[in-house]
């Protein structure tokens, strides 16, 4: 029999980051050790407190049962009571915090809520992939907004044409950005603000890594802006925080009429998250958050290093403020394919393509700093030797 699948699953972009992994085992076969730069997933472990919690919590047979489905009230207390110390943004835990099962989870989820057949839905690009798949699931038709770099990777609110205003339902926008490392300003999230209520439609702030920044400047949240909260939602995640992408417990915050509505869909989807992760997630957020800085000096050194090497390599890119990433130009004219295929084969190191996250990351290459200083230097090292 053969089985097939629904337009949906045929609607799909390509997945772009296949020829890399077959690339990436061809070269592993040959011996070579390889150093991934790839993928976003924080090398450093959960810290120690955080399990500790965790492992105790697991003993409580009251969590071996179903969890409360929006979250443990204490769950969404210390989420509303870390937002009031770190932004100044006052959130009522009952009813503007739900959890998710990881943010990915409630933005792929999110489109159900509000997108009906044929409605837009803004996106950037490049970007995080699972903002135009969770559009193409709701059936909704995803605008890209083009993140150039000479407008700070922010979107030209001008340029999107005025159809695609009148009916878009949703913005997703990201900020510390992933893959550009971009950081927003709150003036522009000021003129968003301005944006959605004029075209009325809800915007969606995905602030996945607001903790990970450099130089004491704290990026701030879409919801600390006045009149954020009427317009949108705000997606943070214990993931890139604490180191618990493994995890998967994360929340989105909010207008309170939005949160409800994702939360039906969810209620109706999944049963929420287990317990004792919740447990360890109150422990991470209202515990002392020192780990967090340390963290944050770490992937600092990391970015030194990548500062050094791409300005020796004569690569244009705009050092980062935030995130783990950096996004730099190709040498040469190369697409983004040529240069991060040679690399992998010619020296074992493992980058991620720019056009992987969208027509408009074509010429660019992103480095993860995920992996420690010194196997770090030994990747630029070897992308260093080769001619182009
Ligand atoms: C890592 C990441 C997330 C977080 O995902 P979780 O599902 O919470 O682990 C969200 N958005 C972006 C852009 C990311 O890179």
Redesign the pocket.
Known sequence: MKIEQAHRLKALPPYLFAEIDRMKAEVAARGVDIISLGV?DPDLPTPGHIIERMKRAVENPRHHQYPSYEGMPAFREAVSSWYRQRFGVILDPAREVVS?I????G?AHTPLAFVNPGDVVLCPDP??P?YSIGTIFAGGEVHLMPLLEENGFLPDLDAIPEEMRKRARLMFL?YP??PTSATATKEFFEQVVQFAKRYNFLVCH?A??TEVYFDDKAPPSFLEVPGASDVGVE?H????TYNM?GW???WVCGHADAISAIGRIKTNIDSGIFQAVQEAAIEALTSDQEPVAELRRIYQGRRDLAREFLTKMKLRFTPPEASFYVWARTPSGLSSAQFVGRVLTETGVVLTPGNGFGKYGEGYFRISLTVNEERLSEAFSRIEKLKW
């Open positions: 976003g998710l990881g943010s990915k989870e933005i970007g995080y699972v990201n950005n992933n995905d996945a890594y997606f995640s214990l993931s890139k992408t998967r417990i994360g």
